[in-house]
Nanobody
Framework: QVQLVESGGGLAQPGGSLRLSCAASGFAFSRYFMRWYRQAPGKERELVAS????????NYADSVKGRFTISRDTATNTVYLQMNSLKPEDTAVYYC????????WGQGTQVTVSS
């Protein structure tokens, strides 16, 4: 049973921080690229951050570079997205994705940045 369960979303003020988690199960987590996507109202889903099976090569969208950090914990099969210096334009549903020979998606978690 493949599962990707996001958590940690919620309401934050501009300049604040949130940490998203993605708990993975049912597949070879350590062999998959793990990614965070987001979809804002009225916009297409976009790639936010990506981390490979082996630690060391992370990529970020220009809009979040320097503010967001993706990480993974093989021991717990969990991927994180640390979001700092949040902006209203970061408001979106954030989705966790795993990709290798197959692609899996989580259901998403809402992030709202507003004063």
């Amino acid at each position: 049973q493949v599962q990707l369960v996001e958590s940690g979303g919620g309401l934050a003020q501009p300049g604040g921080s949130l940490r998203l988690s993605c708990a993975a199960s049912g597949f070879a987590f350590s062999r998959y690229f793990m990614r965070w996507y987001r979809q804002a109202p009225g916009k297409e889903r976009e790639l936010v951050a990506s981390i490979p099976p082996l630690r060391g090569i992370a990529n970020y969208a220009d809009s979040v570079k320097g503010r967001f950090t993706i990480s993974r914990d093989t021991a717990t099969n969990t991927v994180y997205l640390q979001m700092n210096s949040l902006k209203p334009e970061d408001t979106a549903v954030y989705y966790c994705s795993a990709a290798a020979d197959r692609v899996y998606w989580g259901q998403g978690t809402q992030v709202t940045v507003s004063s």
